[in-house]
């Protein structure tokens, strides 16, 4: 089993930027291809960028060219940056594997408001 530990998150406001940082309890991010998902409140959780274990990035549309999925230069975290935010990006926001998920964390509550 794996633990995932999402952080900095926050309330920011209409296009300003955070970046969101993933840990997790056992170093998997060259094994498993990985994403960040987000869930707003109502709705479905839903992926928003992915990154294989080669590299390859792919994003949802609604936050392509905005949001950018990278591993740390130490690959101990997978971080989303993420620029221009929107109301409508709030969200608590996960990472996880981008297959077969694990156990889902507390996730990391981004709040985009003025």
């Known amino acids: 089993q794996v633990q995932f530990v999402e952080s900095g998150g926050g309330l920011v406001q209409p296009g300003g930027s955070l970046r969101l940082s993933c840990a997790a309890s056992r170093n998997i991010f060259m094994i498993y291809d990985m994403a960040w998902y987000r869930q707003a409140p109502g709705k479905q959780r839903e992926i928003v960028a992915g990154l294989t274990r080669g590299g390859g990035t792919n994003y949802a549309d609604s936050v392509q060219g905005r949001f950018t999925i990278y591993r740390d230069n130490a690959r101990t975290t997978i971080d989303l940056e993420m620029r221009n935010l929107e109301p409508e990006d709030t969200a608590v926001y996960y990472c996880?594997?981008?297959?077969?998920?694990?156990?889902w964390g507390q996730g990391t509550q981004v709040t985009v408001s003025s």
């Open positions: 996880n594997t981008g297959g077969p998920n694990y156990d």
